[in-house]
T-cell receptor, first 117, second 115 residues
């Protein structure tokens, strides 16, 4: 069973609009963490934002915010005021449990975001 | 940017040959990871290390082995490469447990083609 589900294979958004990328997760572990990464066409993986399962407030990092709805097991990424440079593949990932402190991440299949001028 | 390098960056090899990929970090981070990225699968964890000589299997470890004899180096070995191991391989590092200040940093990736 998929532990991380990203239901939008591709999204097209006009520049300057806000965009929400969906992510749902499945875990029975009370302690977990959720990540979003950006992968531009050049291929590198860029960390965007992190949300811990016990964090009381939604995480924010500049134009990125994470809409964390624990009861619904959803961790959507919101990008405000989108820019052409936001065009990339976006991955949601979950850290479930830890072994000696190691972060074993499970990734979703990704959403390809295209920003149109 | 986190100091992570991977070598080689590109490699073409033949089925049945051994292949070793190297990940080198200059951050002195305790934890190191190897992932593979394939279309339709996102990234999947192959092996990880939580210290020198301390390694463990990830989700897709069959056909792969790893070694970590120094903090800064984590080697991934394909003992006998197969076409199904054609992929992009990413190394990652982290300082500690997942938190706002302990994100996982990724290297630039190695594109491996097995003919």
């Amino acid at each position: 069973a998929q532990k991380i589900t990203q239901t939008q294979p591709g999204m097209f958004v006009q520049e300057k609009e806000a965009v929400t990328l969906d992510c749902t997760y499945d875990t029975s572990d009370p302690s977990y963490g959720l990540f979003w990464y950006k992968q531009p066409s050049s291929g590198e993986m860029i960390f965007l934002i992190y949300q811990g399962s016990y964090d009381q407030q939604n995480a924010t990092e500049g134009r990125y915010s994470l809409n964390f709805q624990k009861a619904r097991k959803s961790a959507n990424l919101v990008i405000s005021a989108s820019q052409l440079g936001d065009s990339a593949m976006y991955f949601c990932a979950m850290r479930e449990g830890q072994v000696q402190g190691a972060q074993k991440l499970v990734f979703g299949q990704g959403t390809r975001l295209t920003i149109n001028p | 940017d986190a100091g992570i390098t991977q070598s080689p960056r590109h490699k073409v090899t033949e089925t049945g040959t051994p292949v070793t990929l190297r990940c080198h970090q200059t951050e002195n981070h305790r934890y190191m990871y190897w992932y593979r990225q394939d279309p339709g699968h996102g990234l999947r964890l192959i092996h990880y290390s939580y210290g020198v000589k301390d390694t463990d299997k990830g989700e897709v470890s069959d056909g792969y082995s790893v070694s970590r004899s120094k903090t800064e180096d984590f080697l991934l070995t394909l003992e006998s490469a197969t076409s199904s191991q054609t992929s992009v391989y990413f190394c990652a590092i982290s300082a500690g447990a997942a938190s706002r200040d302990n994100e996982q940093f990724f290297g630039p990736g190695t594109r491996l083609t097995v003919l």
